[in-house]
């Protein structure tokens, strides 16, 4: 039996973190046809995993509380604490994070599963055997301090390279199955 491929597709820098000191992107490649693919790519999605911090920080972008950052998608935001007084159909909070929930919405999405940015959530699913695939869109910059790809966690993991494109601004999107 086929199932969904829980995927991780996310902006990184060189030095492996996903956003800088104080949640800056500034210094990512913004435009260009690599992130036209980045953009393309998500249309192939119907579901999308986040964590709260990765929610919210669609707020500085103008996302208003409790909508859909990508109308085509369901949306899945892990948080004990978020509260909607009104949130869109498409908006869902998931209040406990478990491994049995991640699975059930997995399977029960009609296509594989986009987990949006956050470090801290993507550690906690890389360490409990929940990312499949990750596609970096590693851009040529450094950062040095910020939030790292897979937050704090410690967990060693293989990855096989299965595809690599090059775009303008020196942006590459690759494309990566954890080895099991």
């Known amino acids: 039996m086929n199932r969904n491929k829980i995927i991780y597709y996310v902006a990184t820098s060189l030095d492996g973190f996903i956003s800088g000191e104080d949640e800056d992107i500034s210094m990512f490649v913004g435009g260009g046809n690599g992130?036209?693919?980045y953009v393309a790519d998500l249309q192939g999605f119907t579901t999308v995993i986040m964590g709260r911090k990765t929610y919210e920080f669609g707020y500085k972008f103008g996302l208003p509380a409790g909508q859909p950052a990508y109308?085509?998608?369901q949306h899945y935001i892990f948080s004990e604490t978020l509260d909607f007084e009104k949130a869109h159909p498409q908006v869902h909070v998931v209040k406990e994070r478990s491994i049995k929930r991640i699975?059930?919405?997995?399977?029960?999405?009609?296509?594989?599963?986009y987990l949006c940015g956050g470090g801290v959530f993507a550690g906690w699913l890389l360490e409990n055997n929940l990312i499949?695939?990750?596609?970096?869109?590693l851009n040529p910059i450094t950062l040095g301090a910020g939030t790292p790809l897979f937050g704090d966690t410690k967990l060693s993991t293989k990855w096989n390279l299965?595809?690599?494109s090059l775009y303008e601004n020196g942006l590459q999107i690759m494309t990566y199955d954890l080895v099991r």
């Open 103 to 113: 699975k059930e919405i997995r399977d029960q999405s009609e296509t594989d599963v």
């Open 35 to 37: 992130v036209e693919q």
């Open 162 to 164: 299965i595809d690599t």
């Open 132 to 137: 499949d695939q990750l596609k970096i869109k």
């Open 71 to 73: 109308p085509h998608m």
